[in-house]
């Protein structure tokens, strides 16, 4: 089976797709993490594999600084411009920021790509003391109120991409819950919430979501027949949506996934 692309360059031939048609996080996410934190100051934030910088512009809204930090130039060329934001190529692993320098490390969508204990190492090293780390990640969506079309969904997903999806982006939302926490060395207190990511989009966005999982492109690049299977998925979920147009409207739920974590001493 053909590996992924390096994370540097595997989403390079959908980055403006990605920026446009990913889901937007909710602002009861940031209201999580901010309590959770409950930092004394909001001065600098790092978000890390910030690819089109999404939740890195939502942190300039509370934080004088943010730092955007990626492998992929491309991605990072997608952000929209913000005189709190700044954008620097780099990997989690090495940071390239000066030791206890940031108030709040966040990631999202992400954390399934790094090597944990290093990243955990460069996080603790640039977290100031009183500083607290946030990642989350969701799954596969789900239609609301529609079993029929969400069956669908994890069909295409697993019969079709799934074998081209990468070992750690697999059953993303268990691998949050069971093999990604902070381990007890790195951070001393550790908490893990779980919410609802709810949109409401054209089918023909949520399609042009489907195009920017990086398993999809990988199936695409080895298949001959991949168009052929996202068309069948589009025809056998507008059906069971009872969609007459892909215009129309179709509600999604996304299961939410959040890491905090923060050292022991850091409860005001």
Same mark, same amino acid.
């Given at each position: 089976?053909?590996?992924?692309?390096?994370?540097?360059?595997?989403?390079?031939?959908?980055?403006?797709?990605?920026?446009?048609?990913?889901?937007?996080?909710?602002?009861?996410?940031?209201?999580?993490?901010?309590?959770?934190?409950d930092?004394?100051?909001?001065?600098v934030?790092?978000?890390?594999?910030?690819?089109?910088?999404?939740?890195a512009?939502?942190?300039?809204?509370?934080?004088?600084?943010?730092?955007?930090?990626?492998p992929?130039?491309?991605?990072?060329?997608?952000?929209?411009?913000?005189?709190?934001?700044?954008?620097?190529?780099?990997?989690?692993?090495?940071?390239?920021?000066?030791?206890?320098?940031a108030?709040?490390?966040?990631?999202?969508?992400?954390?399934?790509?790094?090597?944990?204990?290093?990243?955990? /190492? *460069?996080?603790? &090293? @640039?977290?100031?003391?009183?500083?607290?780390?946030? #990642?989350?990640?969701? !799954?596969?969506? =789900?239609?609301?109120?529609n079993?029929?079309?969400?069956?669908?969904?994890?069909?295409?997903?697993?019969?079709?991409?799934?074998?081209?999806?990468?070992?750690?982006?697999?059953?993303?939302?268990?691998?949050?819950?069971?093999?990604?926490?902070?381990?007890?060395?790195?951070?001393?207190?550790?908490?893990?919430?779980?919410?609802?990511?709810?949109t409401?989009?054209?089918?023909?966005?949520?399609?042009?979501?489907?195009?920017?999982?990086?398993?999809?492109?990988?199936?695409?690049?080895?298949?001959r027949?991949?168009?052929?299977?996202?068309?069948?998925?589009?025809?056998?979920?507008?059906?069971?949506?009872?969609?007459?147009?892909? /215009? *129309?409207?179709? &509600? @999604?739920?996304?299961?939410?996934?959040?890491?905090? #974590?923060?050292?022991? !001493?850091?409860? =005001?």
């Open positions: 089976m053909p590996s992924p692309a390096p994370l540097s360059k595997l989403f390079d031939s959908q980055a403006q797709e990605y920026a446009k048609y990913r889901p937007t996080y909710p602002n009861e996410l940031y209201d999580a993490v901010y309590a959770f934190a930092l004394p100051s909001y001065g934030a790092l978000d890390i594999a910030t690819g089109s910088a999404q939740a512009l939502k942190l300039t809204e509370k934080f004088e600084r943010v730092v955007a930090i990626d992929n130039e491309k991605m990072l060329s997608m952000a929209q411009p913000h005189p709190k934001l700044e954008l620097c190529l780099g990997s989690a692993e090495s940071l390239g920021v000066p030791p206890e320098s108030d709040l490390i966040t990631v999202a969508q992400a954390l399934h790509w790094f090597d944990l204990r290093q990243f955990y /190492s *460069e996080a603790k &090293r @640039v977290l100031r003391p009183h500083g607290a780390l946030a #990642a989350w990640s969701y !799954g596969l969506a =789900r239609f609301e109120d079993h029929a079309a969400s069956q669908i969904l994890r069909d295409f997903s697993w019969k079709h991409v799934g074998p081209y999806r990468a070992d750690n982006a697999k059953d993303l939302i268990a691998r949050t819950h069971s093999e990604l926490p902070p381990l007890p060395e790195e951070f001393g207190v550790v908490e893990k919430k779980t919410m609802e990511m709810k409401r989009m054209p089918f023909s966005n949520f399609i042009r979501y489907v195009e920017t999982w990086s398993s999809y492109n990988t199936f695409k690049e080895n298949r027949d991949a168009r052929d299977a996202l068309l069948n998925f589009r025809v056998e979920c507008m059906s069971a949506l009872r969609l007459k147009d892909e /215009s *129309e409207v179709v &509600r @999604v739920v996304f299961d939410l996934a959040v890491i905090l #974590a923060k050292q022991k !001493g850091n409860t =005001r």
